[in-house]
T-cell receptor
């Protein structure tokens, strides 16, 4: 079974608008971390934001925020005020703290920002 | 500057050849990983290592081999047993201390079978 599910293969947004990229996860480990990465066409992986399973508040980093709904097992990324440079592939990932250190990735969502 | 260096950036392999992808980090991270990415797909874990001289198979280890003789280095060999090796390969490292330790990635190696 998929541990990380990203159901939106592609998303389109206009500059300056906000966009939400969906991510649901599956784990029985009570302690885990959720990560979002951005991959531009160059291929590099850029870390954006982290949310721990015990964190009470939703994580925020500049224009990025994570809408963490633990009971629903969702960790959606919200990008506010989109910019042309946000066009990229976005990956949601999870690390299960009790079973290992490797990140498990979803299949990604391609975001296209237009002017 | 601290970081992860992968080489080469592009690699071409003939059928039946073994090739080795290099990955070096100077971040003093204990854990290192190899992922494979196919077009339009997510990253799939090939191997990972949490300590020198020890490593574990990931989801798609068949046809690949690794070694971890030094903390800084985690080379990946794509053997002739890997039937479809054309892909983008990403190496990463992270601390194993702290739940929020994100993985840092190299620039990737694009392998093509010719």
């Amino acid at each position: 079974a998929q541990k990380i599910t990203q159901t939106q293969p592609g998303m389109f947004v206009q500059e300056k608008e906000a966009v939400t990229l969906d991510c649901t996860y599956d784990t029985s480990d009570p302690s885990y971390g959720l990560f979002w990465y951005k991959q531009p066409s160059s291929g590099e992986m850029i870390f954006l934001i982290y949310q721990g399973s015990y964190d009470q508040q939703n994580a925020t980093e500049g224009r990025y925020s994570l809408n963490f709904q633990k009971a629903r097992k969702s960790a959606n990324l919200v990008i506010s005020a989109s910019q042309l440079g946000d066009s990229a592939m976005y990956f949601c990932a999870m690390r299960e703290d009790e079973t290992g250190t490797a990140l498990i990735f979803g299949k990604g969502t391609t975001l296209s920002v237009s002017s | 500057d601290g970081g992860i260096t992968q080489s080469p950036k592009y690699l071409f392999r003939k059928e039946g050849q073994n090739v080795t992808l290099s990955c070096e980090q100077n971040l003093n991270h204990d854990a290192m990983y190899w992922y494979r990415q196919d077009p339009g797909q997510g990253l799939r874990l090939i191997y990972y290592s949490q300590i020198v001289n020890d490593f574990q198979k990931g989801d798609i280890a068949e046809g690949y081999s690794v070694s971890r003789e030094k903390k800084e280095s985690f080379p990946l060999t794509v053997t002739s047993a890997q039937k479809n090796p054309t892909a983008f390969y990403l190496c990463a490292s992270s601390s194993i201390r702290g739940r929020g330790a994100e993985a840092f990635f190299g620039q990737g190696t694009r392998l093509t079978v010719v």
